[in-house]
């Protein structure tokens, strides 16, 4: 950003009218973002792209079976078995169920007649019954199914009887109480962690209180950004990507903040007006921000290459939410700095001329260790990231089941386990398949030889041409035995010649979700590394730097997920009521981690590299490389560790892949941060010297290593 107009936007008037802009924002779109949990859209069928087979079978059974019905189960058991009265009362219970707002008339099924229609029924030891019911609240099923489900476990109730609710009602409203949290706790959790760090990094008992109101303006007005696009612009928003954004804002825009502050500090030091000190830090770190919140906006972006409609939707979300942080933190926040003037450090306030502590810190002692053997310091560092690499062959991207997908046991799994303990299936998970008419007996006798699949139900008509039928899949709806048995099912149909079968269905929307999801995996992590690569040579205005640069964070994810395997495996079970076995991982974890990781470690690496360059016009690339790593280590290690603390937040939501993704995330960062950026980059720089900016004449001069500190600029008087 050019001076001129850094001094512009925190002028003694202006830093009133953008005090005052973004305050009507917070007014007018912090209403709107605390509705968007109203306009999210969690269905399966709202991930998955059109040219799924399963979403196929959905459109054609539109006009016939609704695409938001959701069948449950009330299961009831007692250990010493259902008693006549028990039996009546449930029979009776069954009408009262069908008053409930949303259930579909003519859907209860009392547990004799579930027996007889085979979707529950009662076990043969007597010890557990199940009525049966279907859900339809149109499109906004959701939002609608935990009241469904209060409603139910306030009919069901018989003394002595233990009452779940199972089946895709059960398993929503379970869903629905994970998400419950993601615009309270989560991000009242993350703020806190936040302000701790703060308070630690600043040792000011009043700082940190700017950077937080700053955050929490670009959380409130990007949330009500994507409210709006969400409602009238038909952007896909779930519960999923309202954390994520959550978690990014706040990460991101203190990290932003950071490294504004910590370089207003700088220039409050050389300038006794604090305006002009506040033009200097912006012209000068706001490029760097920049560079850092465009790397990733652009690679969120980049997620809308991706097929699944989830992940598509995931991108622009995360890329508004950013824009606005970025916007926030150079513009808001400059202006509160301004306003409240140099006691706002207080009790350590940057006086104009005092020394610049940074300069015989933590981490220019560790540039100085560096510096004699560079060489030897970045191979052995790369040898140690290469060994954690190896645990990423531990990871199994194959799915999880419903029950491994929690990090806790809810209602609809215990549900399940009483259903298989005593004899009874889950048959609301079925394959739906759609054939033409006449071929629907052979694509039924094509079924026959399919392990795993129950008995087939009537055939129904769709039109004059094409019909349907169902069959129930005795495996847990995203299991690899219901993904199994749904492929053998497409494989056995497909090969009836002429009935232009397609099989679909609660398991083939899992499985379809993740085949979508090894395709995005291929064509978005070479698409993100090319347009971060890009990115950094327009920034560095080099090659070498860039590509050096995309190494290391490659790398460093690499690592990343390498360790995280190994907590996934054997610490986290430790710490958590119910964890999947191994190291399991939804098919799209892989693209995430990789697409935050690299969006935002190399983050940090802008930061230290676009203050090598800054100082590599004076001093020369290798001393640059000590001073820059001497200025920014500090605050690159507090963003480190602010953003580290905040995706790790994830982990209070029962969710299995955010907490995977937060831990994985987290790792990375600190890596990043505290080896990559500190160690590995600083190392290479000092070994390269002036080749790192190759083909770039920047630094021309004989590499040698420096022997003496540099000279800190001396203070400018005020020229106000």
């Known amino acids: 950003m050019h001076r001129q107009i850094a001094g512009k936007l925190t002028g003694r008037v202006t830093k009133w009218i953008v005090l005052a802009f973004w305050i009507v924002a917070l007014g007018v779109f912090g209403s709107l973002s605390s509705k968007l949990v109203d306009v999210q859209n969690n269905e399966a069928s709202s991930w998955l792209p059109g040219s799924a087979e ?19 189960l009330v299961i009831y058991y ?12 449930i029979e009776e219970q069954a009408k009262e169920l069908g008053t409930i707002d949303g259930v579909v008339e003519g859907t209860v099924l009392t547990p004799a007649q579930a027996q007889q229609a085979g979707v529950g029924g009662v076990s043969e030891d007597g010890q557990v019954a199940v009525t049966a019911l279907t859900f339809n609240f149109g499109s906004d099923g959701w939002n609608a199914i935990p009241d469904a489900a209060d409603q139910i476990r306030d009919v069901a109730q018989i003394d002595g009887v233990t009452v779940h609710l199972g089946g895709y009602g059960g398993q929503a409203a379970d869903a629905a109480e994970v998400f419950s949290g993601v615009d309270t706790t989560l991000i009242l959790g993350a703020l806190l962690v936040v302000i701790v760090i703060l308070l630690f990094t600043y040792r000011s008992p009043i700082l940190w209180i700017l950077p937080i109101f700053s955050v929490v303006v670009a959380y409130s007005v990007s949330g ?13 928003v779930n519960g999923q990507s309202q954390a994520i954004l959550g978690i990014l804002v706040i990460g991101a825009g203190t990290d932003y903040a950071l490294l504004l502050v910590a370089r207003y500090r700088e220039e409050l030091r050389r300038h006794d007006n604090r305006h002009e000190a506040m033009a200097f830090a912006l012209h000068r770190a706001a490029p760097a921000i920049l560079a850092s919140a465009s790397t990733v906006v652009v690679g969120m972006l980049c997620l809308l290459l991706a097929e699944l409609n989830s992940t598509a939707g995931l991108g622009p979300v995360n890329a508004i939410g950013i824009a606005v942080t970025f916007l926030v933190m150079v513009t808001l926040l400059p202006a509160l700095l301004v306003i409240f003037g140099r006691w706002i450090f207080w009790p350590k306030r940057p006086h104009f001329g005092s020394d610049e502590p940074n300069t015989k810190g933590l981490w220019a002692k560790v540039g100085r260790s560096i510096a ?25 991207a194959g799915g999880m089941s419903t029950e491994d997908g929690y990090t806790k046991e809810f209602d609809a799994i215990k549900g399940q386990k009483v259903l298989a303990a005593h004899g009874l299936v889950d ?6 398949v759609v054939t033409d008419t006449d071929q629907v007996d052979a694509v039924i006798q094509s079924l026959d030889t399919v392990d795993g699949l129950g008995t087939p139900t009537e055939p129904k008509p769709l039109s004059d041409t094409r019909s349907y039928f169902e069959a129930p899949i005795q495996a847990d709806v995203s299991s690899t035995a219901a993904y199994d048995t749904v492929q053998a099912s497409r494989d056995a149909a497909h090969a009836v010649d002429g009935a232009d079968a397609l ?5 083939a929307f899992y499985l379809d979700t993740k085949v979508a999801s090894s395709r995005d995996n291929k064509v978005i992590i070479p698409t993100v590394l090319v347009v971060v690569l890009l990115i950094l040579i327009f920034l560095l205005r080099a090659l070498a730097a860039p590509l050096i640069l995309m190494a290391t964070v490659v790398l460093s994810f690499g690592a990343a997920m390498g360790l995280s395997a190994l907590v996934f495996d054997y610490f986290m079970p430790l710490i958590t009521d119910h964890w999947p076995e191994g190291v399991q991982v939804d098919p799209g974890f892989p693209l995430f981690a990789f697409v935050f990781l690299v969006a935002l470690g190399i983050d940090y690496n802008i930061f230290l590299m676009t203050r090598v360059r800054e100082e590599t016009a004076q001093h020369g ?19 480190g560790l602010v953003l580290a603390a905040t995706f790790l937040v994830l982990g ?20 990043d941060t505290m080896i990559v950026r500190s160690v590995l980059v600083t190392a290479i720089n000092l070994d390269l010297g002036g080749k790192i900016w190759w083909p770039s004449a920047l630094d021309r001069k004989p590499p040698v290593l420096p022997s003496e500190p540099v000279e800190q600029q001396k203070p400018v008087p005020a020229s106000l």
């Open 54 to 72: 399963s979403t196929e079978v959905s459109n054609e059974l539109a006009s016939t079976v609704s695409p938001n019905d959701i069948p449950t």
């Open 78 to 89: 007692r250990s010493s078995g259902l008693t006549d009265a028990d039996k009546a009362a």
């Open 224 to 236: 009500g950004v994507v409210y709006l696009l969400a409602k009238y612009a038909d952007l896909t």
């Open 372 to 396: 004699p053997r560079p060489r030897r310091v970045w191979l052995v560092t790369t040898g140690l990231l290469l060994v954690a690499c190896l645990g990423v062959l531990k990871i199994d």
């Open 427 to 432: 048959n609301s998970n079925t394959i739906q």
């Open 503 to 507: 099989v679909g269905g609660g398991s």
């Open 621 to 639: 690339t290798r001393q640059g490389a000590l001073i820059a790593l001497s200025s920014t280590g500090g605050v690159i290690t507090s963003a």
């Open 652 to 671: 209070s939501i029962p969710f299995v892949f955010l907490a995977e993704l937060g831990v994985a995330v987290a790792l990375g960062v600190l890596l």
